[in-house]
């Protein structure tokens, strides 16, 4: 099973070419680089690992509803950005929904999930079914997620994730916090990234490095306690609402999808994709 972060994965391919490369994004640039990133993971490793699964992100966040300051800042700063958003996320939705019918990919969205969420659920089930799996994804927040059966391969620098200890390295998150996603360190109170000019209180590395090891938390305060309770609901996959494990793992073992190289050409051939309908092999 292959286990594709969708939009991040898709996002980051177009930042890097119009930020490196100098790529004008238009409506058919999205097209062509989405479709590209889904193309050159399921070649990369379908041989190895099976049928790719299209993790997805819900419009609507479960993590938001119990705080309210997640990924605030992530969306002010798009709002302050000279991207055209809305020709992303436009383009992300439109492929999501062409990749249900033809491609032989099994699309996973549930309610109130980021694709984090699907993610975790199925790395865990190819986990407990001994299942060799492979999440493409930058995001190292994976790690977690990392056992004798799945691995993780980070297409911005193409190579594979290695981690000495996977649940070393989810305290260490949890200690840190996600700046990326709004959520503190265990020192600094919920709001701090919606407040301008301010800077988060610093954990120093003595401290860290006894707290790593520390498995009665007796370096926890009232306060940090809470702080440490509100970053482990946010980053810990397991957290995750046994609601949306269950129907992710559900559609998953329902779902089957088979690829139908007619309505693949006819789409290539509608948006004049004609690099990708050249490489559409790889998709298969």
């Known amino acids: 099973m292959i286990l594709l972060d969708y939009s991040a994965v898709a996002i980051a391919s177009m930042m890097i070419a119009i930020k490196k490369d100098g790529e004008e994004l238009t409506p058919d640039f999205a097209l062509h680089m989405i479709l590209n990133s889904v193309r050159k993971a399921n070649k990369q490793h379908s041989r190895k690992y099976g049928t790719m699964v299209i ?102 620098d193409q190579s594979f994730v290695n981690h000495p200890n996977p649940i070393l390295h989810l305290k260490e998150l949890i200690i840190r916090g996600d700046a990326d996603d709004g959520v503190p360190n265990i020192k600094t109170p919920d709001d701090h990234f919606t407040l301008e000019g301010k800077r988060q209180k610093s954990i120093f590395k003595k401290e860290l490095d006894e707290w790593l090891y520390d498995d009665t938390l007796s370096f926890l305060t009232d306060e940090t306690r809470a702080n440490y309770e509100r970053n482990k609901t946010m980053i810990d996959l397991s957290y995750t609402p046994k609601e949306i494990v269950e129907e992710a793992v559900s559609v998953y073992e329902e779902g089957r999808q088979r690829a139908n190289k007619r309505k693949m050409t006819k789409f290539f051939m509608k948006h004049r994709l004609r690099y990708l309908h050249e490489k559409i092999n790889d998709f298969m």
């Open 55 to 156: 993790c997805c992100d819900n419009d609507r966040n479960w993590r938001r509803e119990l705080f309210k300051e997640y990924k605030y800042k992530r969306k002010k700063n798009r709002e302050k950005s000279d991207v055209d958003w809305d020709i992303i996320y436009d383009n992300l939705k439109y492929v999501k929904d062409e990749l249900s019918d033809g491609f032989p990919y099994l699309v996973v969205e549930v309610e109130k999930a980021e694709a984090d969420d699907i993610i975790g659920a199925l790395a865990r089930y190819a986990t407990q079914n001994k299942k060799k799996s492979v999440i493409v994804s930058n995001d190292k927040d994976f790690i977690q997620l990392h056992s004798d059966y799945v691995s993780q391969y980070r297409p911005v």
